[in-house]
T-cell receptor, first 118, second 114 residues
């Protein structure tokens, strides 16, 4: 139990579907992250939220739309995805990385959602 | 930009020591981390080291940091079959990167043979 819960664990969807991935953290953190993990590629940071505000969008296509209603919840809304978007999507949380006092605070990861696009 | 490199595979026998190596490019890195990923799971933090240290030991794990060469290693003593997993090296960007964001290597797949 990492304190970061992702649902669903597996998702199969067609290219025209709309679905959402959910992440919830019970660690009292105030920063949350979405990563994409594809085979044979480094972990790719997609989005960063600090205190519910988006602080980083790593040139992610608009078919991925994040939402952070509060510091404990993070969503990734998906629509009109492509086959190359099939991957493991990982959520992580940490204390606010912008404050030096939290410099050594690591990111804690959920178990991910395995997404397959047909 | 920042880059983190790791060899992709390592195979050892049960009971031997494993050494997983990592190199990075950002000389202003503040913290360096080792994460473990088992099949079907997310990344689990194993240990981390502050950039002004050169060694950290935690039970079977020993982290060595050569800041001059920007080289990090993870040694696992008495490797067990349960240690089979993918190990990721990550650096926290300093002034050279987005503050607080982690840059990950591609991961080293450790296979432990009985």
């Amino acid at each position: 139990e990492t304190g970061v819960t992702q649902t669903p664990r597996h998702l199969v969807m067609g290219m025209t579907n709309k679905k959402s991935l959910k992440c919830e953290q019970h660690l009292g953190h105030n920063a949350m992250y979405w990563y994409k993990q594809s085979a044979k590629k480094p972990l790719e940071l997609m989005f960063v939220y600090n205190f519910k505000e988006q602080t980083e969008n790593n040139s992610v296509p608009s078919r991925f739309s994040p939402e952070c209603p509060n510091s404990s919840h993070l969503f990734l809304h998906l629509h009109t995805l492509q086959p190359e978007d099939s991957a493991l999507y990982l959520c992580a949380s940490s204390q606010n990385p912008g404050q030096p006092i939290y410099d050594n605070q690591p990111q804690h990861f959920g178990d991910g959602t395995r997404l397959s696009i047909l | 930009g920042e880059d983190v490199e790791q060899s992709l595979f390592l195979s050892v026998r049960e009971g031997d020591s494993s050494v997983i190596n990592c190199t990075y490019t950002d000389s202003s890195s503040t913290y360096l981390y080792w994460y473990k990923q088992e099949p079907g799971a997310g990344l689990q933090l194993l240990t981390y080291i502050f950039s002004n240290m050169d060694m950290k030991q935690d039970q079977r794990l020993t982290v060595l940091l050569n800041k001059k060469d920007k080289h990090l290693s993870l040694r696992i003593a008495d490797t067990q079959t349960g240690d089979s997993a993918i190990y990721f090296c990550a650096e926290r960007g300093g002034f050279g990167g987005s503050q607080g964001n982690l840059i990950f290597g591609k991961g080293t797949k450790l296979s432990v043979k009985p």
